[in-house]
């Protein structure tokens, strides 16, 4: 649905977002560089809900009022939350520390308390490669068509393995308790 706007409507909508970006730049204690995205991201907020204004209710300088305070607040949450996550000025990995040889902030990060460790991603590269020595064993130690199954296993599922006519799905599921069984008696367990 298009919406025409008047010229003293449009003057009223840009001053509202300039006046609110201003305001909340001061109050953020922001850089000035964020001015223009603050206004735009006013502007843009306000054009999505213009649709939605009444003449009948009200004048359009107190929806625009309205729409961009609610608008001021959920910014200033959501500055607030990443200044409580990262701080109030961010710092760069790659700024160099005073009194080092050349060392980066990010070369003093360990690798447990990186950004792979909080997301819950394996980072000791020794204990990677020790599993896969485990597993590579355990699967070594195993029957050969046992292997063949566990090796099938990984690119399928068992009912797609038995549509392909490799044997019962009771069967098929017998042998992958058998394979369990014998993993977890080499020392493997389910990850």
């Given at each position: ?24 730049l ?26 939605a ?74 204990a990677d ?11 070594g ?51």
């Amino acid at each position: 649905m298009r919406c025409s706007i008047s010229q003293d409507d449009l003057r009223t909508i840009l001053y509202e977002a300039d006046v609110a970006a201003r305001r909340l730049l001061r109050q953020l204690r922001l850089s000035r560089s964020d001015l223009d995205d603050l206004r735009q991201d006013f502007l843009v907020d306000l054009i999505a809900r213009l649709p939605a204004f009444d003449r009948e209710r009200g004048s359009l300088g107190a929806f625009v009022g309205a729409v961009i305070a609610n608008r001021a607040t959920r910014l200033a949450q959501k500055v607030k939350r990443q200044r409580q996550l990262y701080g109030a000025m961010p710092i760069s990995l790659d700024e160099h520390i005073p009194d080092s040889v050349g060392a980066t902030r990010g070369d003093v990060i360990p690798e447990g308390d990186g950004l792979s460790a909080y997301f819950g991603q394996p980072v000791d590269a020794f204990a990677d490669v020790e599993r896969r020595v485990d597993v590579e064993r355990g699967l070594g130690g195993l029957d050969p068509n046992d292997a063949k199954l566990a090796a099938g296993l990984s690119h399928g599922t068992v009912d797609e393995l038995a549509d392909r006519g490799s044997a019962s799905r009771s069967g098929l599921y017998r042998r992958v308790k058998n394979i369990r069984l014998a993993l977890l008696a080499a020392g493997l367990k389910a990850a």
